[in-house]
């Protein structure tokens, strides 16, 4: 399994680039999932609904299953940021899972950066930061020798990511 994380500022286009890269990953063959934190309190339940209900009854776990859709719902007492390891252990083994709002985290990362959100670029201080998406090839802040891989050419991503997927190893995770 190869992991990747995707660092940037919101608005640097992360989320469009993943979901680009979902899509060319699976047409290479490939079984991808995601993992995406959410800063803020989040609901993918609604009011009212069965399994909202057992929730706010008390129960720790909701699973929600149907014959095309799984949903695991689990009300924490204490609010727990979890790792991206741990969150890997719940996932099923799958050729690469794609990272997103974990850039602290210890795993290897693509940075996501456009020149004009005017924001500082993250890969000096991240030894984990393999390649930078970006849309100023020639313009970057600062010096460096990473890849530049174009924002907008999620096929040539795809095709640099399967061809460096070593960079990307489970095994080269802290902790897993």
């Known amino acids: 399994m190869h992991v990747v994380g995707f660092a940037g500022y919101s608005g640097s286009g992360k989320t ?10 699976g047409a290479a063959g490939q079984r991808v999932s995601v993992i995406k934190h959410a800063h803020h309190g989040f609901e993918i339940d609604r009011p009212g609904k069965d399994s909202w209900r057992h929730r706010k009854a008390g129960a720790h776990e909701v699973l929600v299953a149907s014959p ?8 924490t ?3 727990t940021e979890y790792r991206v390891v741990d969150l890997l252990n719940l996932l099923e083994t799958v050729d690469w899972v794609l990272v997103e709002g974990y850039k602290q985290e210890p795993i ?3 940075e996501v950066w456009r020149e004009s959100y005017d ?5 000096p201080g991240d030894p984990l930061v393999r390649a930078i998406a970006t849309d100023a090839h020639s313009r ?3 010096a460096t ?11 040539g991503v ?5 061809g460096h997927a070593s960079l990307f190893d489970v095994s080269n995770i802290t902790g897993s």
């Open 16 to 25: 469009t680039l993943i979901e680009r890269l979902v899509g060319c990953l």
């Open 119 to 123: 924001k500082p670029v993250w890969y």
């Open 108 to 110: 290897p990362k693509i």
């Open 68 to 75: 095309r859709l799984l949903a695991l719902q689990r009300e």
């Open 158 to 162: 795809t095709a640099w990511m399967l």
């Open 145 to 155: 020798t990473l890849q530049r891989l174009d924002l907008d050419d999620p096929q």
């Open 140 to 142: 970057l802040p600062e």
């Open 77 to 79: 007492p204490v609010p």
